[in-house]
Structures are given as structure tokens and as C-alpha cells.
């Protein structure tokens, strides 16, 4: 599998449908099998930071349609060898390796190695974990905006607007669905030295007793942002699978960015509503965001 180039994307610009040849067809441990190809409109679950889930569709190939039910990040290292997702031992576009986008179907497609696959991602389900992950980075830059009084001192990492980064300090995971973004964040020890207070102060009541405040708050804000429709685009330096991508999205607070290797909306008008539900664990240790986006 050496010669195998790393996977050219086309998910990014928003594309769900593409033809491309079929380099290599690999049989998976759990007795299904992988399709890469040159270039697809598929996006992959990540290895490294799995936060939205894979597309589903079809591959057609020399006459005969396969469903597409999985979709996976493979590597293949020095040693020739492919692994597969948790299995890579190093991160994300390491340059000593080849980078691919496995499409997983149930059974042996056959000798289509060199045959030309037409791909075609489920677009409803695409458009769905669209809308939830840029809701996920809506709510990250709404929720730093509400959070900024709570810092006695600056943590050093600040976001596109200036408030200081909680959600990039605090994150223990972020996982989209189709229906929902849920991340959530840690307020250990760690936070605290950094200057986070969730504590009761002279100013602010405990972050217990400010959530619904704090959630209005953060709701407010991204109500506006859905309202002024504001345009989202991905920058791409380059088309291969691991090219280090940036989300944009010009919204009236100023132009924001954040590094991003999924799929999102083109402007935010394609939704009708996008509200989040903040929750604490009962030892206050966890704080969790449920973000919904409701499509126009
Ligand atoms: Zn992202």
C-alpha cells in the first residue's frame, strides 16, 4: 500500500457527489472492506479529534451500487502497513505517512482496483451534521462572550473577538449527531489556576445559580447571529485530506475563525433557530452544552 497518495477532498466546499478511480480495495478486521480512491466527496470520521460522525451514502462501481455504512480516516506509515482510525499511532497529517478515506462497505466489491467509483454521500444527513457543527463553533465563541467576566486573569489563549478561550481551555470532548452539538467542558483544578471562577464573587453569583442567566445570555447572542445571516466558508490551502482547514464565518461582532476539519453551512440564514441548553454536573466538575440547530 506504499504508493497510495493521501485522499483528495472535496467535502469541504460542501460537495456530496463525485467520480474518481478506485486505488486500492482492503479487507477490514471485522471481515468488511475498504474502497480508496483518488479523491471523494466523503467525509471521514477523524482519528484524532472525532467530533462529527461519518457520511453515509453509496459507491458505484462497474455496474453494481454498494451503501456506503462507514466512512473512516486509514493511514498507511513507513512500514507499508494501513491502519485504521483509533488504531494510527500518530496524529493527523504526520508527513511520513499516506492519508486516507476509507469508505467501508459490507461485502468484497471484487477486482475494481483501476475502475472508476461514482460516490454519492446521503446529502440529508450531510446537511444535518452541517448545521450541527456550526452550531458547535457558534456556541464556542457565544459561550466565551458570556463566560468573560468570570476570569480574574488572563488565561494566555483568547478567541477570534478577544474574550478569553473557554471552550478550547475547558473542552473534554465535542461530538455532533444529526440532531445536536454536545460539548463538554471540565471546570477542574487546572481551569482555575489558569483564572476561571465558578465560584460565588463580590460581582457574579456561582455559576450554578447564574446558568439560566448565562444560558439566556449565550441564546441571545446566537439568535442575532442566525438573524443577520451571516456568510460561513471553509479555507482550504489545499485539497488533500489533511490540508489544514479553517472555518470563517463573518459575523456583525467581526470576521471569526477557528480550525476545523468537518462540514458546515454555507451562510447561517439556512437556519431558523439555534439555541443551546447548559447543564452542570450535580458536582459541578462538568459543564455541558446541548446546541440545537432548527433548519429554516
Ligand atoms: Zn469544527
Partial sequence: MTTLPTTHVSFPAGAVSGESPVLAVHPLADGRYAVVTGATPFHPLDHTWPDQPADLGTLTVGGTTHAVVDCVTGAVGPDGALLVGADIPVRRGDEEWSWLVLHVL????????????????????????????????????????????????????????????FDSLAMASSVMDTEASTDTYRLGKSLRKKGFTAEATEEYPALTDALPALTEAVNTRLAAWVAADAPVRIEVPGPELTARRQWHCELPDGSAAIACGGTHLHHLGELAELRTELTLSEDGSELVAVTRPKRA
Fill in 106 to 165: 459490507a461485502g468484497d466489491p471484487g477486482d475494481v482496483v483501476g475502475a472508476a467509483a461514482a460516490m454519492a454521500v446521503d446529502a440529508e444527513r450531510r446537511a444535518l451534521l452541517s448545521a450541527a457543527h456550526s452550531g458547535c463553533h457558534l456556541l464556542a465563541l457565544a459561550l466565551n462572550a458570556a463566560l468573560a467576566p468570570r476570569w480574574r486573569k488572563d488565561p494566555g489563549r483568547s478567541d477570534a473577538f478577544g474574550s478569553p478561550d
